[in-house]
């Protein structure tokens, strides 16, 4: 009859003794890359090699963007270089 008992503090000693998970940090953003936008509209465009998603539009078309997303995106001819 007892081992009833002993189950549930087993139970209740293996569920009080869980480590903590701690978060994982968010990337520490690198160095930028400047662009401008010369499309009309807004659009979301994800970086190739970066990954990130990038949302731009004609009435903000100044960019940071991650340097090794550059080429690709300069590329595809929605973006260009500041003079």
């Given amino acids: 009859m007892s081992c009833c ?3 549930r503090e087993a139970l209740r000693q293996a ?3 869980q480590p903590t998970r701690l978060p994982t940090p968010a990337p520490v953003p ?3 890359a400047a662009l401008l936008f010369t ?3 807004a659009y979301l465009v994800a ?3 970066s ?5 731009v539009s004609a009435g903000r078309p100044e960019l940071a963007v991650d340097p090794r997303d550059v080429t690709a995106l300069v590329g595809s ?3 260009r ?3």
Wanted: aromatic share 12%.
């Fill in 5 to 7: 008992g002993k189950r």
């Fill in 15 to 17: 569920r009080a003794f």
């Fill in 30 to 32: 690198g160095p930028r």
């Fill in 39 to 41: 499309g009309r509209g």
């Fill in 47 to 49: 970086g190739p090699a």
């Fill in 51 to 55: 990954k990130e998603v990038y949302h």
């Fill in 77 to 79: 001819g929605l973006f």
């Fill in 81 to 83: 270089l500041p003079a």
